[in-house]
């Protein structure tokens, strides 16, 4: 936005109001723990994102389930950002 407009003539040194766009508004990162990674990187992908890196480890919880997220959830990020996710690789034997 300016004013005046683009095609008015002022006269010299006159002054010019310009707005300035700050960008496209971040991108909460959406909570996916607990989620199947199938059904994380659909959510995330919808929410603009894209998924990062995917680390797995053992833990307690079923394989492909996500344990955490990085950023961290109600995150604000540029569309497109990628997010990484730790993901189980499922249960460690005895448990």
């Known amino acids: 936005w300016q004013d005046p407009p ?6 010299p ?5 310009l707005v300035l766009s700050g960008g496209p ?11 199947s990674l199938q059904f994380a990187e659909a959510i995330l992908e919808a ?3 894209k998924v990062g890196r995917v680390d797995r480890v053992t833990s307690g919880q079923e394989a492909d ?3 955490s997220v990085r950023p961290p959830p109600g ?9 990484d996710l730790l993901v189980s690789s499922g249960r460690e034997e005895g448990q």
Do not use: E, I
């Not at 683009?6 to 006269?11: H, Q, T």
């Not at 995150?75 to 997010?83: F, I």
């Open 65 to 67: 389930v996500v344990l």
């Open 75 to 83: 995150n604000g990020r540029p569309r497109g950002s990628a997010v």
């Open 25 to 35: 508004a971040p991108v909460n990162v959406p909570d996916v723990v607990g989620l």
């Open 13 to 17: 040194n006159s002054p010019v109001q």
């Open 6 to 11: 683009p095609d008015m003539v002022v006269p």
């Open 47 to 49: 929410a603009g994102m």
